[in-house]
């Protein structure tokens, strides 16, 4: 029964630095990614994976809860990464932080920047 | 000539109210993005568009500079957009604020909520 107000969701940006071999590795963010939308019981509806000329790669992934997105800048040994799950029909506060931390994790990644806005 | 250092880009995360016939109209959006990446000089490497079955839609738009989102709740009168442009090889933060102002207007839309995060 979908809800008959708005319920804002969270959605976490951040920036951290991560080793260069995960940042040029696509494939590597895609398993992740998929992993974890499996893990949580996310619904991917869509996605871009696109890898540029100096080794980075930019992420996208729609999902029915919202989106995913990471842009890798190995050459500066850093990504921004940011994750958004809209809590219409449940409340997805804690999957939001839990993808974040496993993307963290997985990243081997040190968190520059962090914060969460509910919207 | 790349930068030797990361210089951050801007990303305005948002909440609007607007006209429902636009919230549901995917079509409408697309060439509205599309005007603006062609005008601000973006290049456009990947998208999602994504219609739900209660009308609203989901659109991520990748581009070399970072991405576009924005998902629509045609039901609450709403919508969640997000913009963001890397400054790696330009300072692109008026590109970033031109491109949210013409969405809003684009949209008719009233802004609940605009935050800009330098990232």
Redesign the interface.
């Known amino acids: 029964m ?1 809800q008959s ?2 319920k ?2 969270l ?1 976490i ?3 951290f630095s991560a080793p260069v071999e995960l940042l040029r590795d696509a494939v590597y963010c895609r398993e992740l990614f998929d992993g974890l939308i499996g893990e949580l019981g996310l619904v991917k ?6 890898s ?1 000329p ?1 080794g980075g790669y ?1 992420a ?1 992934v ?1 999902l ?1 809860e ?2 995913v ?1 990471i ?1 890798t ?1 190995p ?2 040994g ?1 990504a ?1 990464f940011d994750v ?1 799950l ?1 809590s ?1 029909m449940n409340d997805n506060t804690e999957k939001v932080r839990a993808f974040f931390d496993a993307t963290v994790a997985g990243f081997r990644a040190t968190v520059t ?1 962090r ?1 969460e ?1 509910m ?1």
């Open positions: 979908p107000i708005y804002p969701g959605h940006v951040s920036t509806v869509g996605e871009v994976y696109h540029f100096q930019t996208i729609a029915t919202s989106h997105s842009h800048w050459e500066f850093m921004t958004f809209s219409f920047n914060q806005i919207r």
